[in-house]
């Protein structure tokens, strides 16, 4: 008995190597661990397309090695591992980040989307999308102080002075495609999440950022391309 149970062990152990010869098995192991790099904390409106853009890596391994699977999709306070980086560095915040960023649709429908002037004053610079300009709203001159009013009806998806020359600046989104954008103010006077209604004041117009003289910088957006403004507003 103790031979045929031998011999039958045997017989296992031939079938079990031919067959792995047959049918190679693979292992996955995990990705060695980065022991040099740094942790990024991110901050309100950065993407994680602008933390690897600024820290020169590629997004697709710091997302492999952070388990992110949306790259859309990171929250604030969320630390970041970013390889061979030796310090942590600044991540500037774009216009373009926060227009697109995910949002909940409003319950609100639009019938028809009318803007108002945002604020009372001189017009002094156009609309201009040539390259030698790029102009992308209006400048419209007004005393310091001078009330800014919402142009519609819309959520507060923007305030702050983050963003390079703006200064103080709102970014209202009155719907899927629309949003509008005032710029330079001497203080903004609703906050993120905030819904403000159509000629509500939201802001006073002032000189901040890489602005001259007292003025209100103004843009219309529509998924996020700037439009002549002159061509809504009554």
């Known amino acids: 008995m103790l031979i045929k149970g031998l011999y039958a062990l045997f017989l296992f152990t031939i079938l079990v190597a031919l067959g792995c010869a047959r049918h190679k098995v693979t292992i996955e192991r995990p990705p060695p661990l980065e ?116 142009s519609n009806a819309g959520r507060v998806i923007y305030s702050g002075d983050a963003i390079k020359g703006y200064g103080n600046l709102i970014i209202l989104r009155h719907s899927e ?12 006077l609703v906050e993120e999440g905030e819904w403000v209604e159509k000629g509500q004041v939201i802001g006073r117009v002032g000189m901040s950022g890489r602005a001259s003289g007292p003025h209100l910088h103004f843009e219309i957006r529509r998924n996020n391309k700037p439009l002549d403004p002159m061509l809504f507003l009554k």
Not at 177 to 188: G, P, R, S
């Open 35 to 150: 022991t040099k790099g740094v942790y990024h904390i991110v901050e309100r409106h950065q993407t994680l397309y602008r933390i690897c853009k600024t820290y020169g890596v590629d997004i697709k391994e710091v997302a492999r090695l952070n388990g992110i699977m949306d790259h859309s999709r990171i929250q604030v306070g969320q630390k970041i591992f970013i390889p061979r980086a030796k310090k942590v560095l600044k991540v500037d915040v774009y216009i373009d980040d926060v227009v697109m960023e995910p949002f909940e649709k409003e319950r609100v429908v639009y019938k028809k989307l009318e803007f108002i002037w945002p604020v009372e004053g001189r017009l002094v610079d156009v609309f201009d999308e040539s390259e030698a300009k790029r102009h992308m709203g209006i400048d419209i001159s007004s005393p310091m102080g001078t009330p800014i009013k919402a």
């Open 177 to 188: 495609e629309y949003v509008t954008i005032y710029a330079h103010n001497q203080v903004n």
